[in-house]
């Protein structure tokens, strides 16, 4: 008895952390160099989406408001957190360089989790944006302003940063004396957690805190918002002008299920059996397909956007006419 208390004393302060880790995902996946070609085409048309929106909120100066700020941090957050997930994913697979280095691993984990926590919360600020202009349009200009938006999504980025620090900083306190193999497709939390032969209790309770801060908060949040929206057009009279607020809406909604939909099916799988393959390609898209397909909604659903990309494009034509003209011109009398 008193050598097995010896020797929990010696594990509990003495830490192991292993030098490497191995990622285990996509093992016997039939076709597995079909899917990461898919997910580097994921990847080319996130960055030229995301880019491209991202671009078009610059340039068009009627789109700097606290709207497209929101959406510009959004298109930002997609870009951010595709560039920390895929290249390393097609590199690890697609190169078989499946070892990761212990630190190398632990960043992975920070930068991936956290750009999708950011990703969740500024759906959230959306949301606000959009219960603030049909609940109180006279007030809007007067609540919903450019330092306040910015404020607030700078206050969002800087406490989810202090929480995901938290959580990826606590596989610190872990020893690893057993196995080093991660069954995901990168350095996910859970699994890289669950490899420890220490007390990994309070590594368990922050994995919950940090899952219902970022999926289940964010999600009552955007469905009170909802509510009241819903509550607030049932005393419009005209239909037309329901619909018509209803309209602005409709971008944001789109969002909100392309995000928390397929995250909170991929959470719901743990209680019932799939296929590890079937599991990871699942997670695999929840983790991509939202960053590629945000930009494309939101530049289709919303006039605003398609108009200044127009007018964007109509004034870069008239440039290159007004510099190439002299040119022709000068090329023509010769």
């Not at 007390?199 to 309770?205: A, V």
């Amino acid at each position: 008895m008193a050598l097995e208390e010896k020797a929990a004393t010696i594990l509990n302060t003495t830490l192991i952390r292993p030098a490497k880790f191995y990622i285990n995902g996509f093992s016997n996946f039939p076709n597995a160099t079909f899917y990461y070609f898919f997910l580097c085409f994921i990847y080319i048309m996130t960055v030229v989406g995301n880019g491209f929106l991202i671009a078009v909120i610059y340039l068009v100066k009627t789109l700097h408001t606290a709207k497209y700020m929101i959406v510009f941090s959004l298109a930002l957050t997609d870009l951010c957190g595709s560039t920390a997930l895929i290249p390393k994913v097609l590199d690890t697979f697609l190169f078989d360089r499946r070892e990761i280095v212990y630190e190398a691993c632990l960043s992975y984990m920070f930068f991936v989790s956290f750009f999708g926590s950011v990703q969740s919360w500024t759906l959230v600020t959306m949301a606000f944006d959009r219960f603030i202009a049909i609940c109180f349009p006279l007030r809007y200009h007067s609540i919903v302003t450019k330092p306040a938006t910015a404020a607030v999504l700078l206050l969002g980025w800087v406490l989810l940063l202090a929480a995901i620090g938290c959580m990826a900083g606590l596989i610190d306190r872990l020893s690893f004396c057993g196995s080093l193999v991660i069954q995901s497709f990168f350095c996910d939390h859970g699994p890289v957690f669950r490899l420890a032969c220490n007390d990994t209790s309070l590594n368990f309770i922050i994995a919950y805190v940090i899952l219902t801060a970022v999926v289940f908060i964010p999600l009552i949040l955007i469905a009170l918002t909802y509510v009241c929206i819903v509550i607030a057009l049932s005393r419009i009279a005209s239909r037309v002008e329901r619909l018509k607020a209803l309209k602005t809406c409709t971008s944001h909604l789109i969002l909100v299920a392309i995000f928390f939909l397929p995250v909170v099916g991929t959470n719901l799988a743990v209680i019932t059996y799939i296929h590890p393959n079937a599991r990871i390609v699942n997670s695999t898209l929840t983790h991509t397909l939202p960053s590629l397909l945000n930009p494309i909604i939101y530049t289709l659903k919303t006039e605003e956007v398609m108009n200044s990309i127009r007018k964007l494009f109509k004034s870069l034509r008239n440039r290159l006419t007004n510099k190439l003209d002299p040119f022709i011109t000068d090329v023509l009398t010769k």
